[in-house]
């Protein structure tokens, strides 16, 4: 689950970066933490105002995963995984890149035993 202020950070982070990667000029930048602050206070309310079904001050991945799938206009900011359509592609990928993390560790070992070992 997410509560309200973890959203508004997370919102705000995103929309800093998206507003700062189009700043101009430094006159741009400094008005950007006001209006970074704006949208993600105005989007968050929103967001909790249609979502938090229960009314907890969270948000559950199922309260989640129903406003993005139901309002996707409030949430463009994410790409969301039909999880019940494809729960197991998921799973296989986060399964992969762990198994290449893995695959990288070893190998870094292997290389570091290698190189100890001539001298």
């Known amino acids: ?3 309200k202020m973890e959203m508004f950070y997370y919102i705000r982070t995103l929309v800093a970066f998206v507003l700062t990667s ?4 430094t006159a741009d930048v400094d008005n950007l933490e006001t ?3 704006r949208l993600a206070r105005q989007t968050t ?3 909790f105002d249609v979502a938090d079904s229960n009314e907890d001050g969270t948000l559950h991945f199922q309260e989640f995963k129903e406003l993005c799938n139901k309002h996707p206009e409030l949430c463009p900011w ?3 995984f039909r999880i019940l359509e494809a729960d197991d592609d998921v799973g296989s990928d986060a399964q992969d890149i762990n198994n290449n993390e893995n695959d990288d560790e070893k190998k870094k070992k292997m290389s570091d035993n290698n190189e100890g070992g001539e001298g």
């Open 35 to 37: 209006e970074c602050t």
């Open 78 to 80: 994410i790409q969301v």
């Open 22 to 25: 189009s700043a101009r000029n």
């Open 45 to 47: 309310i929103q967001i």
């Open 1 to 3: 689950k997410i509560s």
